[in-house]
């Protein structure tokens, strides 16, 4: 198939992308490298033995992409580019609906120019705001609590609305959890710029030396150990449920939205000393006050995604830690 991939250099992009290249489909990268390194396309071919076509633009720019999007006529969009940091989205909400939803309608409008009625979109969980109940069903409701979640919902939103004006149009809103983890050739992961706001990253940097200790916000909540527990699923997985959606965009017109978890939760504590045992190091931590904004249990039911597309999480704690561990080593050395 021919697969245009926005976004396609990024975290989970980067991983799917390779994926697909290994299936054989033909890819067409747009992304703007805001926040991905130019070499990663290279650094995918060098794993899939194969080049995606990379075509810089922004997506809130259509003017610069429209041609290159149409000569490459894709039967898919797979649409990750967006802005992502909860802080930053708090601190200026205007710029994330302009790039998140802004630029997420100037794409589907391009799409519908060509005709292209196929899209699996990158969204979140944290479109469910604080869970009032887990584990959490696609049925839940949705009440993002940031401007950055809230962009996530507002795409969804269009998404459906433009479903029910096109009956043709065959969209997929996936619902991320807790991505961690790295392609296990080490060749490409997450690389984010400056102090990592996530929990694995930060754990990556101290293990390695790069931060002197971790933070865990909050050892008193209503969990276990008193620490905060999340759905962690390996990047590897979230990229093959991407092949397994883009295959059920294919099965017929509708839009649905599809949780990406792996059902199983882990606490702060559980994940730090799976990354000691990974990384055969010791990880200073330091307890501190709660993170404003963070709960205490945050875990999918990824039924639905299991029965509609036949796919599950695969990997395990240990596996996420692992693949995290090589790629950190190989970035600062
Ligand atoms: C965060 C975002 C969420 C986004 C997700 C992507 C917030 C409030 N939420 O979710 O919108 O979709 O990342 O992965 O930012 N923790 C520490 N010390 C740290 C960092 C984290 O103790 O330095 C704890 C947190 O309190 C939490 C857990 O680790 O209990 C996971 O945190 P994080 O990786 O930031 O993910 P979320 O908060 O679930």
């Keep these: 198939m021919r697969i245009t991939v926005t976004g396609g250099a990024g975290f989970i992009g980067s991983h799917t992308v390779t994926l697909l290249l290994e299936a054989g489909h033909e890819v067409l990268i747009l992304d703007s490298f805001a926040n991905a390194a130019e070499d990663v396309p290279d650094r995918v071919a060098g794993i899939a033995g194969r080049h995606a076509e990379v075509f810089r633009a922004d997506i809130t720019d259509p003017a610069t992409y429209n041609s290159a999007l149409a000569d490459f006529r894709p039967e898919a969009v797979v649409h990750f580019a967006g802005l992502k940091a909860v802080g930053e989205a708090m601190e200026n909400p205007l710029e994330y609906i302009r790039v998140n939803v802004g630029g997420s309608v100037a794409l589907f409008q391009e799409m519908a120019k060509i005709g292209c009625n196929r899209l699996v979109f990158s969204s979140s969980a944290t479109v ?3 869970p009032v109940a887990v584990p959490i069903d696609e ?103 991407h092949l397994a959606a883009l295959d059920l965009t294919g099965a017929g017109p509708g839009v649905e939205a599809l949780n990406l978890g792996t059902g199983q939760g882990y606490s702060v504590f559980e994940m730090l000393r799976a990354f000691e045992a990974a990384s055969d190091r010791e990880i200073p931590f330091v307890i501190t006050s709660r993170r404003p904004g963070d709960v205490a249990t945050s875990l999918a039911d990824p039924t639905r995604a299991a029965d509609r597309m036949g796919w599950r999480a695969t990997r395990d704690l240990e596996d996420m830690c692992r693949d995290a561990w090589a790629w950190q080593r190989g970035r600062n050395r």
């Excluded at 865990?216 to 699923?233: E, K, L, M, Q, S």
């Design 139 to 241: 049925d839940h409701p949705l009440r993002p609590t940031n401007p950055y979640g809230r962009s996530k919902r507002m795409v969804e939103e269009v998404i459906e609305d433009w479903g029910r004006a096109n009956p043709a149009l065959s969209a997929i809103n996936l619902r991320y959890f807790n991505p961690v983890g790295a392609h296990p050739s080490a060749r490409i992961g997450e690389a984010p710029d400056g102090v990592p706001n996530n929990l694995m990253p930060f754990v990556a940097q101290v293990a390695q030396g790069v931060r002197e200790r971790l933070s865990v916000f909050g050892d008193d909540y209503d969990t276990p150990d008193g620490t905060g527990v999340r759905d962690y699923i390996h990047v590897m997985d979230l990229a093959e449920a």
């Design 128 to 130: 469910y705001g604080d």
